[in-house]
């Protein structure tokens, strides 16, 4: 009985873009296509200048949602653009017909993976005379930047809502201001002119990391912010609201703690979280988390039980960004795993496989 779940499952997976083909036996095939979903949920990194063949190889194996880029893996836009070519011709090779998703950081002011636009940080935004204007000029911006290299998807604009001058998004000048509102209206801005130009903006990190200190950053260390859900619900989640109903196609998941939400768990780990997510702003599109090797998670076991985690909870993009090709690798084995023993709900699994693939679909 478990197996026929298990069969149907994975057969009703197909729906999401892919087909049970080949002549090895219907097992061999089924473990196949569940290595084949898992890592089309993994969004892959690598180490330098030029993509390992490790990487082209699950790229041509049709295993990979798509690669995130990095500075070191940039040396200037015509290089970069060579291996976006690269990567896309890998991709012409495997039997998955979806283009893969390439992405990079590309917010603006300090935190750019490429040269040029955007030169105006976020809060160059909230404080210049015209921030409406200067908002859809750095979305523009960073969309034709990425589309000029190949690249499809900016992990930005930052909805995060900052607490204090100098708090951790200030000082990185990540944040368009201290009032929601106009952190909503300026990250609405920013989604509409990115995507305008054929580039999906990523809106993060729901439900809000405004709150955190200088010294409270996930990517170091856990994170717990104790903010009341009046609070959180008026005031860090509320510029979501504007970015999705404008059409944002990504929300990252934050890796902090919100015991107001969820005590036990990270956010990008906590179904309640991505329930509250989906819930309370209508949003459809794709969940992603932030990087999978964030000091934030250090309690929470190796790669892969993080990625299984991360899907159960709700996560559709799995984001390897340790600039280690066998860490995307491990954690689209642990999904498969996770898959064919039932660990992970094959029909929840189609869903977010489908999102994922939809995504894809929807960008050159």
């Not at 798509?66 to 896309?88: C, T």
């Amino acid at each position: 009985m478990r197996r026929r779940r298990l069969v149907a499952g994975l057969v009703g997976l197909a729906l999401a873009g892919a087909t049970l083909t080949g002549t090895a036996g219907a097992d061999e095939r089924l473990v196949a296509y569940a290595q084949r979903a898992a890592g089309q949920r993994v969004v892959y990194s690598y180490p330098g200048l030029t993509p390992p063949e490790s990487l082209l190889a699950r790229i041509r194996a049709g295993e990979a949602a798509g690669v995130i880029f990095f500075g070191e893996n940039i040396a200037s836009r015509a290089q970069i653009s060579g291996v976006v070519g690269q990567l896309r011709a890998a991709a012409a090779q495997s039997p998955d017909p979806y283009p893969l998703l390439l992405m990079t950081d590309q917010e603006g002011g300090l935190v750019r993976r490429l040269p040029g636009e955007p030169a105006l940080s976020h809060k160059d935004i909230g404080q210049s005379a015209d921030p409406g204007s200067a908002a859809t000029a750095a979305g523009r911006g960073a969309g034709q930047n990425l589309a000029g290299v190949g690249m499809n998807v900016n992990l930005a604009p930052v909805l995060d809502v900052f607490h204090a001058p100098g708090d951790l998004m200030d000082s990185y000048e990540r944040s368009f201001s201290g009032t929601a509102s106009v952190v909503g209206t300026l990250g609405a801005d920013y989604v509409t002119a990115e995507q305008a130009v054929g580039v999906a903006a990523t809106v993060k990190h729901f439900p809000g990391l405004g709150k955190a200190n200088a010294d409270e950053n996930t990517d170091t260390r856990p994170v717990t912010l104790n903010v009341p859900l009046s609070t959180l619900r008026g005031v860090d989640e509320a510029p979501y609201q504007r970015s999705i109903a404008a059409g944002a196609k990504l929300v990252m998941l934050s890796w902090a703690v919100y015991p107001a939400l969820d005590a036990g768990r990270p956010a990008g780990l906590s179904a309640t979280v991505v329930r509250e997510l989906r819930s309370r702003t209508g949003f459809t599109g794709v969940t992603c988390t932030d990087a999978l090797e964030a000091g934030a998670l250090r309690g929470y076991g190796s790669t892969g039980d993080r990625a299984v985690l991360a899907a159960q909870a709700g996560d559709d993009l799995v984001l390897a960004s340790a600039r280690d090709v066998s860490q995307g690798a491990a954690a689209a084995d642990a999904l498969a795993g996770a898959l064919t023993d039932g660990t992970l709900d094959s029909g929840a699994f189609g869903e977010a496989l489908a999102r994922v693939n939809a995504l894809r679909a929807s960008l050159g």
